[in-house]
């Protein structure tokens, strides 16, 4: 501490003392200067009263008289002698005093104007007299102070100066230790409470220097803050130990282990359907249930959808609620019943008729209707109401589903604010100038931003969609970490490209399920087959595919009754008649290549328009020289991925059109461009003729790609960031809280 004290009075010291050497000068020049004017004045004042007489003395040539004005004016205290000068600077009287070796010269300005003498120091002043009849002045009167007096006062200034300095220097040094000494205390004890997490956020039991109780639950919650980004690091640096069913399991129990998880979705997970006396449980083909269902299971949480089934009011409680997966019931599916004008302004219409085809280049105009966007907003606002009537507690994390949705985020987070609202989009998001078609563009990114984190497929679609906020609202937009702030509402805008299940299901050895499929098929063994399997949905590119068929049929002829393209439709949205009509088209089509190049042996296009189950669909990929995947526009596509984990041998290849999210990801299949039918012909062809070992090096690191980033991980890394979200969230509203309130600090 004394160290401490020297370290800060020295320098302290030393520079009062500089400050000293260097004022004192210049404050005694200055007083000697206001004393020499005063003195001069005075000289005037003198002169001003003897003039008179002295005149009349000298022109009288009473030389004694002069002289003995000249010792009466020089009687005035402080005066020490005085002389009269003539025009020519000869001393022609003197007062008795007056020194014989001052002359006349003194009266000039430019001589010293002290004089340091062994009579003492004198100023002379010079003040000129007109004793004669000419207008201008003949003589001078040589005023001598003595200058002892201001000698001496300046002597007691600077000491005053000096002493007063010291003082201030001393006071001024020990305010200074005290508040060194203070702060450095305080400082020291921060750094230590900061290391060892204690301190100002320590429990009153623990020790003095705590604080108002009300911290206590800001120091849990920013303590968990920090544990959540320790794990989120070992996580991120050990993404290579791979995201399972376990992992996600393991990190909803820790992220989510007290809250509640609500997804919300146009499409439900299970299927009551009415067959004759029975009622049979479907589940949809949608990658969406096998995304999120794993998460419902963990977390018991509630599944909001729409109870299409014919039998799902039959199975349904009041509420609409039922317990699923039927084999193992572990949460809640919450059915919404919309009427059939409700379905088809907001599920067919707005949804279907102009969203869909808005957000995918396949060349179908969009529809807008006034009609369907008020079924739209009212359908949103009663899934958002679900969603608040399903909430056990105010803050539940909602996981709104895909573009049946926009609105449904702002809508939930008006009723709950302190939910934690995640959206994902899976369809792609079209640049501005097309989405700018949409009479409600407006509305439809407000309920998005809703969410406080807005995900896609792609980097791409995040572009777009931020581009569009861009240039539809009024927001600030922060590019680097791509967030959105509207409203007072924070959006982080993200990619999560969605995937599948790993590990695939066990299964027989791939060479049976070959066997068995042909058979069903009624191929013959040793056919070579390529597979497609889509909805019927004129985004996949059925036509395109049969023409890339077509193409390599009419250019490679050794082809015709030794190749198959197996094309299973599972029939979707057949109430509108943009579908119906592209039923038709596939089926025709498929019709006229089969007359053109099939044979008795094996038809070229062996359409099956029926949905299949995951089982079948999962041997279908198995026996498969070839998966084709076609899509003009497709936001993920997981068939290209299922394709993939299903061939554990290795072998078989993947045709995958570059306009789909999975060309993103899984850089070795043969890309191609499906609105050209030769290039796909061809590319056909390559993938027939592929070598095994060709195969084998490009269907590895596919597997591995897809092995690491599984659907585990698509759900993993959003919920991760989600929580990340749900932790700010409360650490803010907890600050808040306490800044609202006054605080007491006791030290
Ligand atoms: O691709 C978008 C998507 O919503 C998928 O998530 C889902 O598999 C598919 O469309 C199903 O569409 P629908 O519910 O209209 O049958």
């Not at 370290?7 to 009062?16: D, E, K, Q, T």
């Not at 002043?125 to 003589?139: E, F, K, M, N, Y």
């Not at 699923?324 to 279907?352: D, M």
């Not at 597997?703 to 698509?714: F, G, L, T």
């Amino acid at each position: 501490m004394l160290k401490l004290s020297l370290r800060f009075v020295v320098p302290l010291l030393l520079a009062v003392a500089a400050l000293a050497y260097l004022s004192v000068p210049l404050m005694d020049r200055l007083t000697l200067r206001w004393f020499m004017s005063d003195l001069d004045q005075r000289s005037h004042a003198i002169a001003a009263t003897v003039v008179g007489p002295l005149r009349e003395a000298q022109q009288q040539a009473m030389a004694a008289r002069v002289t003995g004005l000249l010792n009466a004016a020089a009687t005035d205290e402080r005066l020490h002698s005085a002389a009269l000068c003539d025009a020519q600077g000869r001393i022609v009287a003197r007062s008795a005093m007056f020194p014989a070796t001052v002359g006349c010269a003194a009266a000039d300005p430019s001589t010293p104007r002290v004089l340091r003498l062994e009579q003492g120091v004198l100023h002379p002043t010079a003040v000129p007299l007109r004793l004669g009849d000419s207008p201008a002045p003949t003589h001078t009167m040589l005023v001598l102070h003595d200058m002892s007096f201001i000698e001496l006062r300046s002597g007691e200034t600077r000491w005053y100066a000096i002493v007063t300095f010291a003082v201030l220097a001393l006071v001024v040094a020990l305010i200074t230790v005290a508040v060194a000494h203070l702060s450095w205390r305080g400082w020291v004890r921060g750094v230590r409470a900061m290391l060892t997490g204690e301190g100002l956020l320590r429990p009153f039991a623990e020790g003095p220097a705590t604080i108002d109780k009300a911290l206590l639950p800001l120091e849990a919650e920013v303590r968990s803050l920090f544990r959540r980004l320790e794990r989120q690091r070992a996580a991120d640096t050990g993404a290579s130990e791979g995201w399972s069913a376990q992992r996600l399991r393991a990190m909803l129990q820790t992220e989510y282990a007290d809250d509640e998880i609500i997804v919300v979705s146009n499409r439900q997970p299970y299927s009551h359907e009415r067959r004759g006396d029975e009622v049979v449980v479907t589940q949809p083909a949608s990658g969406l249930v096998t995304a999120l269902e794993p998460v419902l299971r963990a977390a018991s949480g509630t599944w909001v959808a729409h109870g299409s089934g014919s039998a799902d009011q039959q199975v349904s409680d009041r509420d609409g609620c039922v317990q699923v997966p039927p084999e193992q019931p572990s949460y809640t599916l919450r059915r919404l019943w919309l009427t059939t004008e409700q379905v088809k302004g907001y599920y067919e219409g707005f949804a279907n008729e102009g969203l869909w085809p808005l957000c995918h280049i396949a060349h179908v105009r969009p529809v807008f209707r006034a009609e369907d966007w008020r079924h739209f907003v009212d359908v949103s606002q009663r899934f958002a109401d679900a969603v608040v009537k399903s909430a056990r507690r105010a803050d539940p994390l909602v996981l709104v589903q895909d573009y049946h949705m926009p609105l449904v985020p702002q809508m939930i987070r008006d009723r709950l604010p302190q939910a934690t609202v995640v959206t994902f989009w899976h369809i792609p998001w079209p640049m501005s100038e097309t989405f700018g078609i949409c009479p409600w563009r407006e509305q439809i990114l407000e309920g998005l931003l809703g969410s406080h984190i807005v995900g896609l497929q792609t980097r791409a679609h995040c572009r777009n969609f931020i581009d569009a906020v861009d240039t539809f609202l009024e927001s600030r937009i922060e590019h680097e970490d791509s967030t959105v702030h509207r409203g007072g509402q924070l959006t982080r805008v993200a990619p999560y490209p969605i995937s599948i299940a790993w590990p695939p299901a066990n299964e027989e050895p791939i060479e049976a399920t070959r066997a068995r499929i042909h058979q069903w098929l009624g191929l013959p063994p040793g056919h070579r087959m390529a597979i497609g399997i889509d909805r019927l949905d004129y985004i996949k590119g059925l036509i395109e595919r049969f023409a890339a068929v077509e193409h390599l049929l009419r250019s490679q002829p050794q082809w015709r009754g030794r190749f198959t393209l197996v094309q299973v439709a599972s029939p979707s949205r057949s109430d509108l008649p943009e579908y119906q009509a592209f039923h038709d088209r596939v089926l025709d089509e498929a019709r006229r290549i089969n007359d053109a190049y099939g044979t008795e042996r094996a038809p070229a296009i062996l359409l099956r328009v029926e949905h299949h189950g995951a089982q079948t669909v999962r041997d279908l990929y198995r026996s498969a020289d070839v998966a084709m995947v076609t899509s003009l526009h497709d936001g993920m596509n997981l068939v290209a991925k299922e394709y993939v984990a299903a061939r554990d041998d290795d072998l078989g290849v993947l045709l995958l059109s570059v306009f789909t999210g999975a060309s993103r990801e899984l850089h070795e299949a043969l890309l191609v461009n499906p609105y050209s039918a030769e290039q796909t012909g061809e590319a056909l062809a390559r993938a027939l003729a592929m070598p095994p070992a060709e195969q084998r090096e490009r269907m590895r690191t596919m597997r591995a790609w897809v092995r690491s980033h599984n659907i585990y991980r698509w759900a993993g890394s959003m919920l991760i960031d989600a929580a990340r979200v749900r932790s700010r969230e409360r650490v803010t509203a907890r600050i808040e809280q306490l800044q609202r309130r006054p605080l007491k600090v006791a030290v």
